[in-house]
């Protein structure tokens, strides 16, 4: 291992898009003082579990490559990487190697700072995240509520949603409607992401309505966090209420690790219903329409393969977060992941999906700031031909998923009751 913090922190060498994605993530940046991100930048937005805490750009280039830059954290003050604006342009500099990369700060939208029918600003409602919205549903994850606190170590909702922070608690369906639209119309957003923290069980019929108001008043593609109920039944109520995506943050993939990590995802979840419910949505919905989430940089890397390997396996597209030490979360003191691991686990990320066919990169217009997607891990791998017979089928995918997705982004009627779960197999209501 290599302990010299200047030899870490300096590559010797041009980075590509993707490697320069994964080092930011990694070692954060720091701030010059040309810049004027109140101006140019969308705003600092602590919301939901804390990963978009940081600065929103995109590297530009055949494929823009979005992601949201850790500044506020401890370990983004000794980052090699600074911020500078030159003749108004926005360049990142490694201050070691001498190389610096172009970058673009998306501006702030009009709509964050509008206020709903009901009188709060939009940008407490959601932000966005790349180019999609970003909603936080109902109330404080209840582990944040507990006596004592069961919230997930490295989670920072439980100081972001509600007073103390910028996100507001319980919100509307109307306020949720009137700012999606905004976002549709003014940011061109085709995607809105719900996600819930732990609602007693009941999160995901307290989602439905959400879901239901958007597909129809707005017109978007929908995806929906929340934590794995057992009522495996409820994941065809929500399909037929209009979710297009689910995603299951299971976090790790070593059960000690999620039992120490994830205390309150332990006592009352555990690990296994995670499984159960994202191979039940995976069978039921087809490849790469359900997401594993999991967090790279807690457990031991080998563990965090073996989660890429089991996801890509069932189906499902490994949503891969790099751990960010969030400040306010019980760990904030952590290191930040290192590079080099970094890459290896993003280059697993598109073996698996290369090697498991699932379809990425298809759904126009969602680029996802939080995480390295497979489309920008795609510049880690050496072509072979197994490489090029993917590509061949992607590109034969693309214009069936691009009429299926106009269609989608149409509002339209949905006929399940939002409001009222159906009654189960067994014949009782299990929604109380
Ligand atoms: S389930 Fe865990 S990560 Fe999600 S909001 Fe609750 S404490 Fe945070």
């Not at 830059?69 to 190697?97: G, I, M, Q, W």
């Not at 972001?160 to 319980?170: E, L, R, S, Y």
């Not at 239901?212 to 929500?238: C, H, M, N, R, T």
Request: glycine residues 6%.
């Amino acid at each position: 291992m290599n302990t010299d913090p200047i030899k870490c922190m300096s590559h010797n060498r041009r980075l590509n898009a993707a490697e320069l994605e994964i080092d930011l993530f990694c070692k954060g940046i720091r701030i010059h003082e040309s810049c004027d991100l109140a101006r140019d930048a969308r705003v600092f937005a602590k919301a939901r579990a804390g990963l978009g805490s940081g600065l929103e750009i995109y590297i530009p280039g055949q494929k823009r490559i979005w992601l949201n830059v850790p500044v506020l954290e401890n370990f983004a003050s000794k980052s090699p990487y600074e911020l500078r604006r030159e003749n108004e342009n926005y360049k990142v500099y490694h201050t070691l190697d001498k190389e610096s990369y172009d970058i673009e700060l998306p501006p702030a939208p009009d709509w964050y700072f509008r206020q709903t029918s009901t009188g709060v600003e939009m940008q407490k409602i959601g932000v966005l995240q790349g180019t999609y919205l970003g909603i936080y549903l109902h109330d404080v994850c209840s582990f944040w509520k507990s006596d004592p606190r069961e919230n997930c170590k490295f989670c920072a909702t439980g100081i972001n949603v509600g007073p103390a922070g910028t996100d507001k608690q319980k919100k509307s369906v109307r306020e949720v409607v009137e700012t999606a639209q905004a976002a549709k119309a003014e940011s061109g957003v085709t995607f809105v992401h719900f996600n819930t923290g732990f609602q007693d069980y009941k999160g995901l019929d307290l989602s439905a309505p959400f879901v239901k108001a958007i597909k129809e008043e707005v017109g978007a593609l929908v995806g929906l966090q929340a934590i794995p109920s057992q009522e495996l039944w409820k994941y065809d109520w929500l399909i037929d209420c209009g979710v297009d995506h689910f995603s299951f943050c299971y976090e790790l993939h070593n059960p000690d690790e999620f039992a120490k990590y994830l205390p309150g995802k332990q006592r009352m979840i555990t690990q296994q219903a995670f499984f159960d419910a994202m191979e039940y949505t995976s069978r039921k919905m087809g490849k790469g329409r359900v997401s594993g989430e999991i967090i790279a940089g807690i457990e031991p890397i080998e563990d965090t393969l073996k989660a890429i390997d089991y996801i890509t396996s069932i189906g499902a597209f490994p949503t891969v977060c790099i751990f960010r030490p969030v400040k306010g979360s019980d760990m904030e003191d952590w290191p930040s992941p290192a590079y080099d691991d970094m890459i290896r686990v993003f280059r697993r990320v598109y073996e698996g999906c290369m090697k498991n066919g699932i379809p990425v990169g298809l759904t126009p217009n969602i680029e996802v700031s939080l995480i390295v997607q497979p489309t920008d891990a795609e510049q880690l791998v050496e072509p072979s031909l197994q490489y090029y017979l993917y590509k061949t089928k992607l590109a034969l995918m693309r214009p069936l998923v691009g009429m299926i997705y106009r269609r989608a982004i149409q509002p339209r009627t949905i006929r399940a009751d939002a409001d009222h779960p159906p009654i189960s197999s067994t014949g009782k209501n299990e929604s109380a």
